[in-house]
């Protein structure tokens, strides 16, 4: 939790600075980094006490090369003077949490146990957007539940339409009608 909350200072912080554009390949670029945080070597290194924190921030300084980007360098020199360059990851996660809020665009999940089409998940991705005023995208997912459950974390959305469920409200409505 505190990672989080120090990650999302940062992301802020890159949120006032940069562009859309430049926002979308920070995004880019800091999920490539936080790949290399589940490589079992990479973070035997990052932990290391042995390396000093200067290699450590050249290291990640040289896997970002690429982007010939200042703004990328510097923030990657301040994590390291810090002793935070393990909140890349963290960094990643709220940097394309926010830039999905801005876009207010967001990607979600429905689980079923019958297979869908394609064409279903977009006509329910489109019509829950319509909805939330988004654009969703659904990817399906199979799951044992008797019934059908979308989720959409960027927004907090949560639908859960069960067999049992429904069926014990319609009897629960048949009662009260009786």
């Known amino acids: 939790m505190k990672h989080e909350m ?12 940069l562009d859309s554009t430049s926002l979308d390949n920070t995004s880019e670029l800091f ?21 000093a924190t200067s290699a450590k921030t050249a290291l990640i300084l040289g896997m970002v090369a690429n982007a010939q980007s200042s703004d990328i360098n510097n923030l990657i020199k ?6 935070r360059l393990p909140l890349i990851p963290a960094i990643a996660k709220e940097l394309k949490r ?10 979600g999940t ?9 064409s279903s998940i977009d ?13 969703i995208s659904l990817a399906f997912a199979p799951s044992a539940t008797n019934g059908v459950r979308i989720v959409v974390d960027g927004l907090n959305v949560e639908i859960d339409f069960s067999k049992s469920r429904l069926n014990a409200q319609i009897t629960e409505h048949i009662l009260k009608a009786i």
Do not use: C, H, P
Request: aromatic letters at 8%.
């Open 6 to 17: 120090i990650a999302k200072r940062y992301v802020q912080s890159l949120v006032g600075v």
């Open 123 to 135: 006509g329910i991705a489109r019509d829950l957007g319509n909805k939330m005023g988004a654009t």
């Open 98 to 107: 926010q830039i999905s809020d801005i876009k207010r665009v967001y990607s």
């Open 110 to 118: 429905i689980y079923s146990s019958s297979t869908m089409d394609q």
């Open 31 to 51: 999920t490539l980094l936080a790949t290399a945080f589940s490589d079992d070597k990479f973070i035997q290194i990052m932990n290391s006490n042995d390396i």
């Open 78 to 83: 301040l994590l390291g003077e810090n002793g």
